[in-house]
């Protein structure tokens, strides 16, 4: 995640990590949610901040899925 321009990691030391879209990401966090959402992608802004998401990874979550995510978000920041 660190390594994707578009964002910035805010927190990453527990199995919670909190990102900011950058605004030079060039789409809106709402817009974000949505097509993650087309794919399968479930996020949300955290407490109402438009460009401030936690993610939460649980010991369910495994590595391909969270490829899955990178992968789909650099498709998002492509798209602009």
């Given at each position: 995640?660190?390594?994707i321009?578009?964002?910035?990691?805010?927190?990453?030391?527990?199995?919670?990590?909190?990102?900011e879209?950058?605004?030079?990401?060039?789409?809106?966090?709402?817009?974000?949610?949505?097509?993650?959402?087309?794919?399968?992608?479930?996020?949300?802004?955290?407490?109402?901040?438009?460009?401030?998401?936690?993610l939460?990874?649980?010991?369910?979550?495994?590595?391909?899925?969270?490829?899955?995510?990178?992968?789909?978000?650099?498709?998002?920041?492509?798209?602009?």
């Amino acid at each position: 995640l660190e390594r994707i321009e578009e964002v910035k990691v805010l927190s990453r030391y527990t199995n919670f990590v909190f990102f900011e879209l950058k605004v030079a990401a060039g789409i809106d966090g709402k817009k974000l949610m949505e097509s993650l959402k087309k794919k399968g992608i479930l996020i949300s802004s955290y407490h109402g901040c438009d460009r401030t998401f936690r993610l939460v990874l649980h010991h369910w979550v495994t590595r391909e899925r969270v490829d899955m995510f990178l992968r789909a978000l650099k498709e998002e920041f492509r798209k602009k």
